[in-house]
């Protein structure tokens, strides 16, 4: 039986609106294009299907993290390049997932709270501010940037396509050299 390689993660985190899902998404349609084996968990849906009960204590919030690492660790094993979009807020629970992850690097989507603010359609960080929805991560609750990312990626300040010329790279895709 022939070993196959094991795959890699790409843990996209930052606040709610930075564009990590926006992010994950194009990347995941070029890897699908490109012919790899991919996975995308979004923090939205693992939340809703596999930590469906979860609140949004400090404990509930590191039980979704490591779940959604534990996920991504299998698929990883299996040869997938995994991209995971999850604001997991403490380093210290990102770190510990990461470290148990093959081939996982850190991707700081980072955009300031004014950014993320006009952003939101929804109106949520305007509700958080005014103090209308608790633990609200950013606002309320805290959101721990990480110290030593692989790439940090300032979405106030690159587009889509500059984002996806940083991250090709480090999802095994080749970027476009021309003379």
Not at 44 to 66: I, P, Q, W, Y
Not at 76 to 91: N, Q
Not at 136 to 147: I, K, L, M, N
Request: net charge negative; proline share 4%; hydrophobic share 40%.
């Amino acid at each position: 039986m022939s070993r196959q390689a094991a795959g890699r993660v790409l843990w996209l985190t930052g606040l709610s609106g930075a564009g990590k899902s926006t992010l994950a998404s194009a990347l995941h349609q070029e890897l699908l294009s490109a012919g790899i084996s991919t996975e995308l968990l979004d923090g939205d849906a693992v939340r809703e299907n596999l930590s469906k009960g979860l609140g949004f204590s400090k404990e509930d919030r590191d039980t979704n993290v490591r779940r959604i690492g534990f996920v991504a660790g299998l698929l990883a094993r299996h040869g997938v390049t995994v991209l995971v979009s999850a604001i997991s807020p403490y380093e210290d629970t990102r770190r510990e997932v990461l470290s148990k992850l093959p081939n996982a690097v850190e991707i700081f989507v980072d955009a300031p709270l004014e950014t993320v603010t006009e952003r939101d359609v929804k109106g949520l960080y305007l509700k958080a501010i005014a103090g209308e929805i608790a633990h609200f991560t950013g606002v309320s609750d805290p959101y721990e940037a990480p110290s030593t990312p692989d790439l940090h990626l300032r979405t106030d300040r690159l587009n889509v396509a500059e984002c996806l010329e940083l991250l090709r790279p480090l999802a095994g895709l080749r970027t476009e050299v021309t003379a």
